[in-house]
């Protein structure tokens, strides 16, 4: 039996076979493999070097994480740090310093003279959770020994509850923020109020407190759309919303800038009388969207939204990727935009006559691409085609305007959080409940966009006593 035979003979064997095997057997088969190694040992340098990593990598399992290849030539400088970044770690302002000192000396026992600060730490902690406090407001009657009445003194707690209720307005400040803030659901703010505060409210109360915040702050939301209905730049979009199981819109509108506006709106249609009720007449600046036709009476200037289109056209070439006719026509119309969005770039304060010519230049040549393929229905081209020569008045508007996004990212952003609600919850239940999600919404995404601490700006707009009395009818 050669050393060949012998290999593939124990590979089958099981080890109970080869528990079996005898002593002499088995030393046989150590001897036979023995004078094998010796022989492959002693011709190792007429066979060449052993297989690379070439051949390790294809012997590897998949899941194994390749080596990565060196890199040639001269090592890359490393970019140095952004300057923002070099300091130390931000002291605070302490709210409260504790001395430790020594009283007498460790080593001879003697008394100090003179002290200095060796070094401070600073440790970062939250005090006791603190119980609600309840307040009664006890009204006393006085008798008048000369008029012989009896006297009350009026009670006006504007500005600390609502109406007859129990809650504060810290509670209600609250209670909104847990909600729109940190989308927690009522069982959790229950939860939460009870935990850290010892207060027991019922889900119907939680709800209560927030239609009286929507009522209240019914004239601050007005001014904010108003705001928005000024604005020189404006983004529009909407998305779905099921109010009692029926669909539903919410329309949002949104200005970028150093005091930007969230403002929602809840409508059962998505049709374009939706847009003239809200911006017909009122806003005569740019409104930037997407293709939706429910935009197309606006009769301002229009930016459309070119992340739209050039997802449409990513499309389009992966439908008919083998098509170099249509691989061009795409190429041609995405190269028009990068040119426009590099010319904004690299061009260094441009007036409004360089924007103007440029906007005319690159206008002439979406519209050159559009009729390439406008009236050939048989073209996988044709509808974007149509689309370019239908809006080629509303594609390079922010090479027009400093400031007007090429997209409607911000209109898209800024739905997120209320489709992240709908996905969760489905939508509402009632018009009121519906009404207080767009109304609180646009204030607390309005004030977060401005950098603003909800909850503060939140309980100094309930404690106004000016917008407790402009209530709104319920």
Same mark, same amino acid.
């Given at each position: 039996?050669?050393?060949?035979?012998?290999?593939?003979?124990?590979?089958?064997?099981?080890?109970?076979?080869?528990?079996?095997?005898?002593?002499?057997?088995?030393?046989?088969?150590?001897?036979?493999?023995?004078?094998?190694?010796?022989?492959?040992?002693?011709?190792?340098?007429?066979?060449?070097?052993?297989?690379?990593?070439?051949?390790?990598?294809?012997?590897?399992?998949?899941?194994?994480?390749?080596?990565?290849?060196?890199?040639?030539?001269?090592?890359?400088?490393?970019?140095?740090?952004?300057?923002?970044?070099?300091?130390?770690?931000?002291?605070?302002?302490?709210?409260?310093?504790?001395?430790?000192?020594?009283?007498?000396?460790?080593?001879?026992?003697?008394?100090?003279?003179?002290?200095?600060?060796?070094?401070?730490?600073?440790?970062?902690?939250?005090?006791?959770?603190?119980?609600?406090?309840?307040?009664?407001?006890?009204?006393?009657?006085?008798?008048?020994?000369?008029?012989?009445?009896?006297?009350?003194?009026?009670?006006?707690?504007?500005?600390?509850?609502?109406?007859?209720?129990?809650?504060?307005?810290?509670?209600?400040?609250?209670?909104?923020?847990?909600?729109?803030?940190?989308?927690?659901?009522?069982?959790?703010?229950?939860?939460?109020?009870?935990?850290?505060?010892?207060?027991?409210?019922?889900?119907?109360? /939680?709800?209560?407190? $927030? +239609? @009286?915040?929507?009522?209240?702050?019914?004239? =601050?939301? %007005?001014? &904010?759309?108003?705001?928005?209905?000024?604005?020189?730049?404006?983004?529009?979009?909407?998305?779905?919303?099921?109010?009692?199981?029926?669909?539903?819109?919410?329309?949002?509108?949104?200005?970028?800038?150093?005091?930007?506006?969230?403002?929602?709106?809840?409508?059962?249609?998505?049709?374009?009388?939706?847009?003239?009720?809200?911006?017909?007449?009122?806003?005569?600046?740019?409104?930037?969207?997407?293709?939706?036709?429910?935009?197309?009476?606006?009769?301002?200037?229009?930016?459309?939204?070119?992340?739209? /289109?050039?997802?449409? $056209? +990513? @499309?389009?070439?992966?439908?008919?990727?083998? =098509?170099? %006719?249509? &691989?061009?026509?795409?190429?041609?119309?995405?190269?028009?935009?990068?040119?426009?969005?590099?010319?904004?770039?690299?061009a260094r304060a441009p007036d409004q006559e360089a924007r103007a010519k440029k906007y005319v230049e690159l206008t002439g040549r979406t519209h050159e691409l559009g009729l390439q393929f406008a009236k050939n229905k048989d073209s996988p081209c044709c509808a974007l085609a149509k689309r370019l020569m239908r809006h080629e008045d509303e594609l390079f508007q922010f090479v027009l305007v400093a400031g007007l996004s090429a997209d409607n990212n911000l209109a898209?952003?800024?739905?997120?959080?209320?489709?992240?609600?709908?996905?969760?919850?489905?939508?509402?239940?009632?018009?009121?409940?519906?009404?207080?999600?767009?109304?609180?919404?646009?204030?607390?995404?309005?004030?977060?966009?401005?950098?603003?601490?909800?909850?503060?700006?939140?309980?100094?707009?309930?404690?106004?006593?000016?917008?407790?009395?402009?209530?709104?009818?319920?």
């Amino acid at each position: 039996m050669d050393l060949g035979e012998v290999l593939s003979y124990t590979a089958r064997m099981t080890s109970e076979q080869l528990a079996e095997l005898s002593k002499e057997q088995l030393i046989v088969i150590i001897l036979q493999l023995q004078e094998r190694i010796a022989k492959l040992e002693a011709a190792g340098g007429n066979q060449g070097p052993p297989a690379g990593p070439t051949s390790a990598k294809e012997s590897s399992p998949p899941w194994v994480k390749r080596n990565r290849p060196k890199r040639e030539g001269p090592k890359k400088p490393r970019r140095k740090r952004d300057p923002k970044h070099n300091h130390a770690r931000r002291l605070e302002t302490p709210t409260r310093t504790v001395d430790h000192r020594l009283d007498r000396c460790p080593k001879c026992d003697g008394s100090f003279q003179q002290e200095t600060l060796a070094y401070a730490r600073q440790v970062i902690e939250l005090p006791p959770p603190q119980a609600v406090e309840v307040i009664e407001h006890r009204v006393i009657s006085s008798f008048c020994p000369q008029c012989l009445r009896w006297h009350t003194a009026e009670l006006d707690l504007t500005g600390q509850v609502f109406g007859q209720g129990r809650m504060g307005v810290g509670i209600t400040a609250l209670v909104a923020y847990l909600r729109n803030s940190l989308r927690l659901p009522y069982r959790r703010i229950q939860d939460y109020l009870l935990t850290i505060h010892q207060l027991v409210i019922s889900v119907g109360e /939680l709800v209560e407190l $927030l +239609h @009286e915040m929507r009522r209240v702050t019914h004239k =601050e939301v %007005e001014g &904010l759309k108003k705001q928005a209905q000024a604005s020189a730049i404006l983004h529009a979009d909407e998305t779905g919303w099921r109010e009692n199981g029926q669909n539903g819109y919410i329309w949002g509108f949104f200005t970028p800038g150093e005091e930007p506006v969230r403002y929602y709106e809840y409508d059962a249609s998505r049709g374009q009388a939706v847009v003239a009720r809200i911006l017909g007449g009122k806003f005569h600046g740019h409104l930037a969207t997407d293709f939706y036709a429910g935009y197309n009476d606006y009769e301002g200037p229009h930016q459309r939204c070119w992340t739209h /289109l050039l997802r449409d $056209l +990513h @499309e389009l070439k992966e439908d008919h990727s083998q =098509e170099a %006719e249509v &691989l061009e026509w795409a190429g041609s119309v995405r190269k028009v935009y990068d040119e426009a969005k590099q010319w904004l770039a690299t061009a260094r304060a441009p007036d409004q006559e360089a924007r103007a010519k440029k906007y005319v230049e690159l206008t002439g040549r979406t519209h050159e691409l559009g009729l390439q393929f406008a009236k050939n229905k048989d073209s996988p081209c044709c509808a974007l085609a149509k689309r370019l020569m239908r809006h080629e008045d509303e594609l390079f508007q922010f090479v027009l305007v400093a400031g007007l996004s090429a997209d409607n990212n911000l209109a898209e952003r800024s739905l997120r959080p209320l489709v992240v609600i709908r996905k969760i919850s489905g939508g509402s239940r009632s018009t009121d409940g519906t009404q207080t999600r767009m109304a609180l919404a646009s204030l607390f995404e309005t004030w977060r966009a401005r950098g603003l601490n909800a909850y503060a700006e939140g309980l100094k707009l309930l404690s106004c006593p000016k917008a407790i009395k402009a209530q709104a009818p319920a």
